[in-house]
């Protein structure tokens, strides 16, 4: 590959499109005849304005953002949208309703519950979440603030196949390993995050995308920060913002554009998860926990036969110029990411691996 | 200069070492053979391990920081170190003192009022902040938690000539806009922070310096990433920190301990600020709002006769390849922040246009 660079196949940060980081590299003395960097930017200035107003412009262009929600481009991680949703959108009953598919699921929960009634309205953890559960209507509260999930699940490599029907209630998702990786109809959300550190741009920025009519609750002595209008009234730049992040961030909006934007990201998303879990279907040598029809497009999850074999294959992979392909600690096995930055090139070597170890180590 | 880069003298984001920005340019699509970018390299990596914990090692040698003061790197900035700092410190009686010099000691002052009982030791707001006001022990609460300063005033251009008498107290510093700018002992204080987009990495990453014993004591319902103990116990890892800017915080950090520490950056900034105020004050031409034994070695402050005149300076500066120094809307006049990465062409240039324009214009 180019560069000598590697195929990373980490749950993330993970690997950025090659163009991207050319163009980056190349204006990182001296943006657009500027004189700077921006990384040295002021943040007031016009150079800026522009970077960061055009990123909002695209990112809204690709996933068709009603004009109704406001893009906020945030510091914190999901850890701190764990906090700030409950603060923000617990405004009428304080009961909200949470669907456990995953570790980052139960953070979720477990922060919340320091902030109203909160309850788990279904979960997977009983099978160590292979699987997403079933919901309709009627398992959630009629009168919960909002109902939350997370929709692609890193850690276990299980994604919702469709929307979870909540009626007229608010549902909240935590898409921070496949927003961008797909189409979604942002209407049916009232609220979407996501770190960036998987699809987006470095790891330092959370994109949230929140319904207009669900700003401005936060109770008075919210932390200023956590009070998801300081950041809406001031489009994102109350205070200082991760300038550099965003603009990373609007490189990757633009490289999607020119690439056919999100359906045709989602067509070569489909095409190398086929290719991949095709090849582990063909193969009894591997495990596939996740249930078939919940499976995720970004994070592919397997264990050999032995854990023994697992850590070899972690290695191997490694020697083959593939990194980070070792499970999460709470699973184990092998975790295969495959974001929308990895190419095509680095599936075929991932198959072709995959079929020789399964060979050489029946 | 090199590569037509300008003298930005932006209050910060601002200029960054150019050799820094350089290696940054070099190791961006590869980072020392790993065959990847810091950009997309997972936080838990050997490598990413690796820098993180270099930056914070040359963090310590740098200011010579205490053995029981942990260091954070966090994000949301400034801002939302002033929320974190009384729900974290605000432990016994629940009181602080402020002393406020300027809009950022103000707003922080605003934010913790919601927390405790908060009240102001001293103020130089009635002046617009043109000094630092003097106190002694007995200006504060004698059980007040805390005593809060901000120890640089970007915007104002002082600075505190001297540390605060606040005999056993918890002392509190803001100091975004003079880490690293000079010499400090950090055992006088109990906590410091610093948004890195000044002397240290490019915005989205915050530094704490806190004494251990101050840990470990904010409330239950606290949101998780706003209590300092989560970040203390996992060494700024308890979730993806911002990667990248750490990095780049840590290639400062190696440069300026090449350029000779702390002590050397420190002289540089005397002289530089020695020269630019001493050719403003052999001109009646400018007026120099500040206190001289308070002015800030950092953000230098002054204005022409006339609202026209400072345009027309902001103007002709950026014709000669100096931007951003234009005053902050809350003074106006002219700003001209030279942090440490401000070569000494930039100061000369300034000052011979300070120089020019007075005589054009008197």
Redesign the interface.
Known sequence: ?K????F?F???????P?EV??Q??KE???YH?????V?????R?AEFKEIIEQAEKDLRDLLNIPENYKVLFL??????Q???IP?NLLFNSKKADYILTGNWAKKAYQ?AC??GDIRVAASSEESNYTYIPETSRSDFRSDADYVYVCYNNTIYGSHFNEIPDVGDLTLVADMSSCLLSEEIDVSRFGLIYA?A?KNI?????TIVIVREDLIGHAP??T????DYETHAKKDSM????????IY?AGLVFRHLKKMGGISAMHAKNVAQAEKLYGALDALDFYNKPVRKKDRSLMNVVFTTPSKELDAKFVQEAKEH?M??VKGHRSVGGIRTSIFNAMPDEGVDTLVEFIRKFAEENA
Do not use: W
């Open positions: 590959m560069y000598d660079r590697v990373n980490s749950a993330g940060p993970s690997m950025m090659l980081l050319e980056a590299q990182l003395l001296n005849g500027t004189g700077e960097s990384m040295e930017m002021s943040h200035s510091q914190g991680g999901g850890t701190l764990f906090s700030m603060i922060e320091k902030f770190g550190q741009a470095p790891a330092g920025l008075k002595d932390p200023v920060y956590l109350y205070n200082t913002p991760p300038c550099f992040n990373m110029g990194i980070n």
